[in-house]
């Protein structure tokens, strides 16, 4: 009985290692999910998080008639700051300031694809550490069309 009983464990716990394998996508498959990808350099490093600010997000003015009436709003797409934080893994080479970056983003039109932009480390890496919890390296980047370091 005992054997029998070991032999069942035994098997239930095969059966659930060969089902962790794949996983399975339920529900909405649209939704953008990780950060996989996403920082060119250095390779292979793990991305945490990734906040993007854009430089004009307002507009940067209105242009008025000859009656006061607001009838054009200028719009500038000037590109964005970014400050990405990673696992900080120490054989890794982390970019200096003013390195070229390749940041890998979804296309923000929705169309599924991604948009890579030539960006830039514009200032010193943070280096965050805390108590029984892995170091983070917080790396600044901006991207300015036709900029790339």
């Known amino acids: 009985m005992i054997i029998l009983t070991i032999l069942m464990i035994l098997a239930g716990l095969a059966m659930l290692a060969m089902a962790a394998g ?11 999910w990780g950060t996989a990808g996403q920082l060119g350099s250095p390779a292979g490093a793990i991305v945490e998080s990734i906040a993007i600010t854009t430089k004009n997000a307002n507009g940067i003015g209105e242009i008025e008639n ?29 970019p ?7 940041l890998t983003m979804p296309t923000p039109s929705g169309s599924g694809g ?25 790396i600044p980047l901006k991207f300015r069309p036709g900029i790339t370091s």
């Open 22 to 32: 794949t996983p399975v996508i339920k529900g909405v498959t649209t939704i953008v």
């Open 114 to 138: 991604t948009t890579p932009y030539a960006c830039y480390v514009s200032g010193t890496p943070e280096v965050n550490t805390s108590r029984k919890k892995e170091a983070t390296i917080m």
């Open 66 to 94: 000859g009656d006061g009436a607001g009838v054009v709003d200028v719009l500038l797409d000037d590109g964005f700051e970014a400050k990405v934080t990673c696992v900080y893994d120490t054989a890794k080479t982390w």
């Open 96 to 102: 200096a300031t003013g390195a070229a970056v390749t």
